[in-house]
């Protein structure tokens, strides 16, 4: 892979790194951004932020990259294959006007006949495709499932939509798991965590340190010969730096992803930061045969849990970024569980999400040491650099 393109991709991952996942109240998790803290400022719409908005009208600015991103994902494209390069805004190409009419067409497709609910996407015909494919493929290796069978994360039950399922109640995994974790009280002990590891991506490994605080603070610093990549959240705001470019904010529903993994005691507040729970039955994650709960947020995608049947403990979490489109999952699975002062933290967890994955190793982790405010707090802002206006 070429260094600059997996440096690039590298901070993309990063934009979803994951904290192990041990121990957020409701009220943390609705931690409001600046612009809702000042009570002045409204949140843009994409036609306020960007030129030639056309389809998306109406929608939040915030929201513009993820859609974009969904397109990538679903059509298995990079944003060339649409735009003009450092000329997003041209309509010089075929694809985008045809991109244009095709989310005019989903739009329709769902509101004449679901009610306005979004049951198509991009995704259900595209599959990853350029070209949707028309006709079904023949066999060439034993299925791995039976026909008819329910594969992938949208054969789940739709929001709010109750599935029976005999077994332990989503409350009763909760609860399970925190005691698995090491307890209540043993989780709200913790006030500090650093970690030192490494991160596996696209055939390389590289150093990393994470510097997690109560509340909500955490920052991970990815050291490449470039220089640190950094991720952060200060409770309030996050942000990721790249050596040599300006930093980048961080809005939507990354915000809501970095707000979950800075906070210490996540196992502990799991059943205030539902509205509503339920137990989807099981599944097998790797070598263990999990539970599933799907916990429903009020103005959030929901979030599904995966707990081991033996251990109790949380092997996989999915949670979904809101785009305009669709949802775009993350998926972060747990492992290598080991007891620090009492409590049960993953020293290795993979995030996967459609572009990419990567995973993490902890080498060195200790708990409730000094950690320093200051170093979570945000570097002023950098000038973009000139642009070669010579074309």
């Known amino acids: 892979m070429n260094l600059k393109r997996m440096h690039v991709s590298l901070v993309a991952l990063l934009m979803a790194l994951c904290a192990p996942v041990i121990g957020i109240g409701k009220s943390r998790l609705l931690t409001p951004t600046p612009a809702r803290q000042a009570g002045v400022t409204v949140p843009k719409k994409a036609e306020e932020q960007f030129k030639n908005i056309q389809v998306l009208k109406g929608t939040p600015a915030e929201q513009v990259f993820p859609t974009m991103q969904f397109i990538t994902a679903s059509l298995g494209v990079e944003c060339e294959f649409c735009h003009v390069q450092n000329a997003f805004d041209k309509d010089d190409k075929k694809p985008k006007q045809t991109a244009r009419k095709m989310m005019e067409m989903m739009f329709a497709?769902?509101?004449?006949?679901?009610?306005?609910?979004?049951?198509?996407?991009?995704?259900?015909?595209?599959?990853?495709?350029?070209?949707?494919?028309?006709?079904?493929?023949?066999?060439?290796?034993?299925?791995?499932?039976?026909?008819?069978?329910?594969?992938?994360?949208?054969s789940g039950p739709n929001p709010g939509e109750a599935k029976n399922n005999e077994g332990p109640t989503a409350e009763h995994?909760?609860?399970?798991?925190?005691?698995?974790a090491g307890g209540e009280a043993a989780i709200q002990k913790v006030n500090s965590r650093v970690m030192k590891g490494t991160i596996d991506f696209g055939g390389m490994s590289l150093p990393i340190d994470i510097y997690a605080k109560d509340p909500l603070k955490r920052i991970s610093f990815t050291h490449m010969a470039e220089g640190d990549n950094i991720t952060a959240f200060d409770g309030r705001e996050g942000w990721l730096g790249m050596s040599g470019h300006p930093l980048r904010?961080?809005?939507?529903?990354?915000?809501?992803?970095?707000?979950?993994?800075?906070?210490?005691?996540?196992?502990?507040?799991?059943?205030?930061?539902?509205?509503?729970?339920?137990?989807?039955?099981?599944?097998k994650i790797g070598d263990h045969d999990a539970y599933v709960v799907v916990g429903q947020r009020e103005g959030k995608p929901?979030?599904?849990?995966?707990?081991?049947?033996?251990?109790?403990?949380l092997v996989?979490?999915?949670?979904?970024?809101?785009?305009?489109?669709?949802?775009?999952?993350?998926?972060?699975?747990?492992?290598?569980?080991?007891?620090?002062?009492?409590?049960?933290?993953p020293y290795r967890w993979t995030l996967a999400r459609p572009s990419g994955r990567f995973t993490i190793q902890v080498n060195e982790l200790k708990q409730n040491v000094p950690v320093d405010d200051g170093r979570f707090a945000k570097p002023p802002a950098t000038p973009e650099p000139p642009k070669n206006t010579a074309r």
């Open 109 to 154: 497709i769902n509101k004449n006949n679901f009610d306005g609910h979004r049951e198509v996407t991009c995704y259900s015909c595209h599959r990853g495709n350029a070209h949707p494919v028309a006709i079904p493929a023949v066999i060439a290796d034993e299925p791995l499932r039976k026909p008819g069978e329910p594969h992938g994360m949208e």
């Open 173 to 180: 995994l909760i609860d399970k798991y925190v005691q698995a």
């Open 249 to 283: 904010e961080m809005h939507g529903s990354d915000l809501d992803g970095a707000a979950i993994d800075a906070d210490l005691h996540l196992a502990a507040h799991l059943r205030q930061m539902f509205s509503e729970s339920r137990t989807e039955g099981t599944e």
């Open 302 to 313: 929901p979030i599904r849990l995966y707990f081991d049947k033996q251990t109790g403990l």
């Open 316 to 345: 996989r979490l999915v949670r979904f970024g809101e785009t305009a489109l669709g949802w775009l999952p993350t998926q972060i699975d747990y492992a290598d569980y080991r007891d620090v002062d009492g409590v049960k933290v």
